[in-house]
């Protein structure tokens, strides 16, 4: 069992049901979902959770990183799962989208939410994609896996994460927090997964994008609703980091609605 940091907030009274379980993405941590959604979703009654997956955040093996697999990171959200009150919807944004995909593949949730996700088949046709919407920030992307956060251009990630709404000193603070990603889980979903891990067809799943993601645009987002029968969502005048835009409560709302008509007629 792994030691994991989980950011929780709780409502001043009785929580709503079911509890909100977040997953970061790529480069992150739980610090992502704390700094703008956490707080908001427990003021609004629900108890929020955030796991930093292993070698991420402040969770162990930030010095073994590049040995986990995306199987490790599905073990860590079914773990931080199970310290809750009760099975939550999974919140997933970018990679933590495929780790929510494949968590509720392996046990029945309440829900899932996927915003901005890694589509199922893997990450061969956005990342080609990118490489054609804008070589520099494919390129920068690419410096950053492979030499690390002090190796890039932090523009190119300020326009990989964010729309041109966000102010250049908001999204300096955040990529502060940016740090490597393990290498194997790369190459785990990096290539095209031909046979995909599906959630049961009758699991509760929202998909939403962000109208101006530069990693994984509509298309792409399109696809991945398709595969596990649902609609998508878009959030115009978003970038990818949908949690941190100027506008993410709109983003928050959207989620809270879903789980409001969705999940917890699931739970109910």
Avoid: C
């Avoid at 989980?6 to 941590?29: M, Y």
């Avoid at 046979?195 to 109208?211: N, S, Y």
Wanted: aromatic residues 10%; glycine residues 8%; negative net charge.
């Amino acid at each position: 069992m792994s030691s994991l940091e989980i950011i929780s907030r709780r409502p001043a009274g009785t929580p709503k049901a079911p509890p909100l379980l977040f997953v970061h993405g790529a480069f992150s941590g739980a610090w992502i979902w704390d700094a703008k959604f956490l707080p908001w979703f427990a003021a609004r009654g629900w108890e929020a959770h955030a796991v930093s997956l292993r070698g991420h955040g402040n969770s162990e093996g930030r010095d073994r990183l590049h040995e986990f697999g995306i199987a490790d990171y599905v073990d860590d959200v079914l773990q931080a799962a199970d310290g809750l009150s009760s099975p939550p919807v999974l919140i997933g944004h970018s990679m933590g989208g495929m780790v929510v995909q494949r968590a509720l593949a392996k046990r029945r949730f309440a829900g899932g939410v996927l915003m901005a996700s890694a589509p199922p088949y893997g990450l061969w046709s956005s990342t080609m994609g990118l490489a054609w919407r804008s070589p520099y920030v494919f390129q920068q992307m690419a410096m950053l896996t492979t030499f690390g956060e002090k190796a890039i251009d932090p523009d190119a990630i300020r326009r990989a994460m964010f729309s041109d709404k966000m102010p250049r000193d908001e999204a300096a603070r955040y990529e502060a927090f940016l740090q490597e990603e393990s290498r194997r889980v790369l190459l785990d979903i990096g290539g095209w997964i031909p046979f995909p891990v599906l959630p049961p067809r009758d699991t509760p799943v929202m998909v939403m994008g962000a109208e101006e993601d530069l990693l994984f645009p509509r298309a792409e987002v399109i696809a991945t609703a398709m595969a596990l029968n649902t609609h998508p969502v878009f959030m115009p005048g978003m970038g990818h980091a949908m949690m941190l835009e100027q506008d993410w409560q709109s983003a928050a709302e959207r989620v809270e609605q879903w789980v409001s008509a969705e999940a917890m007629a699931e739970v109910g």
